[in-house]
């Protein structure tokens, strides 16, 4: 199953329109998650599953769906990494 990854779209003033907020922005691996089933590929279409194959064993327990977004890795820590 491939599903067209969401693109960016750049606009000037994000900020000031009614609803929109910002968020922080943390590196990771852009990736889609098909659960149920537990298949992780990248926005160009690399199988990421055995890489993260802790993620797709979790992912297996989770109704079937495809999130879209960003894997990191979260440390315990009250700030990100520098």
């Keep these: 199953m491939h599903v067209s990854p969401?693109?960016?779209?750049?606009?000037?003033?994000?900020?000031d329109r009614a609803g929109l907020s910002l968020e922080s922005k943390f590196d990771g691996w852009r990736c889609q998650i098909l659960t149920g089933v537990g298949r992780l590929w990248s926005r160009h279409g690399t199988d990421l599953t055995a890489p993260f194959a802790d993620v797709a064993r979790a992912a297996r327990f989770l109704p079937e769906c495809v999130l879209d977004g960003e894997l990191?890795?979260?440390?315990?820590?009250?700030?990100?990494?520098s």
């Design 6 to 15: 969401y693109t960016l779209v750049h606009v000037d003033l994000y900020a």
């Design 72 to 81: 990191v890795a979260v440390l315990n820590s009250e700030a990100p990494p």
